[in-house]
């Protein structure tokens, strides 16, 4: 991670500007979203693997900064969300595509399909995904 | 199945207030199928997108806006190994990828 950082700091002009955005593993809540409002139903379980994917990328950035190769000059988070018709849909992508990534547990799906059940006709189920965007300027 | 990933955009609205890709040389490192790309690139006096997964990039090659095939590159290549010379880019993004 490190060398690849090396590698940009490398092909950037003196001065440019490194932007970081990535999804911050955690344990993201599910929402149920209606033309009422929304309400959380429970969170996903993150596990292990991805949350030390994260330390890593922190840590990669923190070795730049302190080398000296790039100084951060912006940080900040901002909500990212995926949205489904039914919590059902919700449970086949996450079993589907984030095996290892994120759990969609079977307490919070029982939860969340009682309380779309009971919601406004138009109800949605979504995640909201904790993002984080920073710029880091080439020393 | 009927997921919408982001549909307020607002990935792509902080993206824009967080920096300005107005004519600049932007290289992206991870661009998959340039979900992220397209967000940007029209502003971009060039772009250019590495990653190592050939697949992705296809996709991206595909779906490439018509209005961006000129200004937007997709080459197969990792972060480790960058075949550019020095100092050529203004802006590096790294989306989803560190």
Redo the contacts between chains.
């Keep these: 991670?490190v060398?690849?950082l090396s590698?940009?700091h490398?092909?950037?002009?003196?001065g440019?500007?490194?932007?970081?955005?990535?999804?911050l593993e955690d344990s993201w809540p599910v929402e149920i979203v209606s033309s009422a409002g929304w309400q959380v139903s429970g969170r996903l379980e993150a596990l292990p693997g991805m949350m030390e994917d994260d330390e890593a990328?922190n840590q990669?950035?923190r070795e730049v900064e302190s080398g000296g190769w790039f100084i951060q000059t912006?940080v900040?988070e901002?909500?990212?969300?995926?949205?489904?018709?039914?919590p059902s849909?919700m449970k086949?992508?996450t079993e589907a595509d984030w095996e290892g990534l994120e759990k969609f547990s079977e307490e919070v799906f029982r939860k969340t399909a009682s309380l779309w059940a009971s919601a406004n006709a138009d109800a949605r189920v979504r995640m909201r995904v904790r993002?984080h965007?920073a710029?880091w300027q080439k020393a | 199945m009927s997921l919408q990933r982001d549909p307020e955009n607002l990935e792509g609205k902080t993206l824009h207030r967080f920096m300005d890709f107005k004519d600049k040389r932007i290289l992206e490192v991870g661009c998959g199928e340039g979900r992220l790309t397209w967000k940007y690139a029209g502003v971009s006096s060039l772009t250019l997108g590495l990653d190592p997964d050939h697949p992705a990039l296809r996709i991206a090659r595909a779906d490439c806006p018509p209005d961006l095939r000129e200004r937007v590159h997709l080459t197969g290549a990792s972060a480790r190994h960058i075949p550019l010379a020095n100092e050529t880019f203004d802006i590096a993004v790294l989306a989803w990828s560190l």
């Design positions: 991670m060398h690849a590698e940009i490398r092909v950037l002009k003196p440019g500007i490194l932007l970081d955005l990535r999804a990328a990669a950035m912006r900040e901002f909500p990212y969300f995926y949205y489904w018709d039914a849909e086949e992508f993002m965007i710029s």
